[in-house]
T-cell receptor, first 112, second 112 residues
Framework: DADVTQTPRNRITKTGKRIMLECSQT?????MYWYRQDPGLGLRLIYY???????NKGEISDGYSVSRQAQAKFSLSLESAIPNQTALYFC???????????FGPGTRLTVL | KQEVTQIPAALSVPEGENLVLNCSFT??????LQWFRQDPGKGLTSLLL?????REQTSGRLNASLDKSSGRSTLYIAASQPGDSATYLC???????????FGAGTRLAVHP
């Protein structure tokens, strides 16, 4: 089984809808991250969390919110989706003692 | 603003060639550098992590180097194979809190 899983893998929605993307990990890591990837721009950090009680904004947090429900679960919400939030979204984790980040398979979100 | 640049954006080579992918960064505060591979429709796979105290890392046919003074990292792939075809991303750690700054990637095609 994959160490970092994301659901759903693909989602098409309409402008104004509320969307939640979920991430779960079995690596036992404390640190979790949400990124988005746009063609030609690389990945950009949306939010990150170093433990259940710690939430931090990343480079592009406007229009997004997150919830760290447990050590293993980190959800990303779009309260009112807009077309320019169409992108590939990745969840990642890392442990306290190592800088290496491990990524989930991604969620492809299309906002019409 | 911290920036990570990858050159070239795309590369096509015949099987068996040795090749070099380049990554440059503008912020000397980037202290570690990680190379990833991304296959279409899939997540990122970590290839190599170079700590600031190291100059290079090797894994099989891959060798990555880091020169903080010049703000450059290179990924060397020996004896390329069609299975190496993917997008290669470099990312620098910055900010002291395990935050990755990504380049836009180099799309590599190795043809038989």
């Amino acid at each position: 089984d994959a160490d970092v899983t994301q659901t759903p893998r693909n989602r098409i929605t309409k402008t104004g809808k509320r969307i939640m993307l979920e991430c779960s990990q079995t690596k036992g890591h404390d640190r979790m991250y949400w990124y988005r990837q746009d063609p030609g721009l690389g990945l950009r950090l949306i939010y990150y969390s170093f433990d259940v009680k710690d939430i931090n904004k990343g480079e592009i947090s406007d229009g997004y919110s997150v919830s760290r429900q447990a050590q293993a679960k980190f959800s990303l919400s779009l309260e009112s989706a807009i077309p320019n939030q169409t992108a590939l979204y990745f969840c990642a984790t890392s442990g306290f003692s190592s800088d290496t980040q491990y990524f989930g398979p991604g969620t492809r979100l299309t906002v019409l | 603003k911290q920036e990570v640049t990858q050159i070239p954006a795309a590369l096509s080579v015949p099987e068996g060639e040795n090749l070099v992918l380049n990554c440059s960064f503008t912020d000397s505060a980037i202290y570690n550098l990680q190379w990833f591979r991304q296959d279409p429709g899939k997540g990122l796979t970590s290839l190599l992590l170079i700590q600031s105290s190291q100059r290079e890392q090797t894994s099989g046919r891959l060798n990555a180097s880091l020169d903080k003074s010049s703000g450059r990292s290179t990924l060397y792939i020996a004896a390329s194979q069609p299975g190496d075809s993917a997008t290669y991303l470099c990312a620098g750690f910055s900010g002291g809190y395990n935050k990755l700054i990504f380049g836009a990637g180099t799309r590599l095609a190795v043809h038989p």
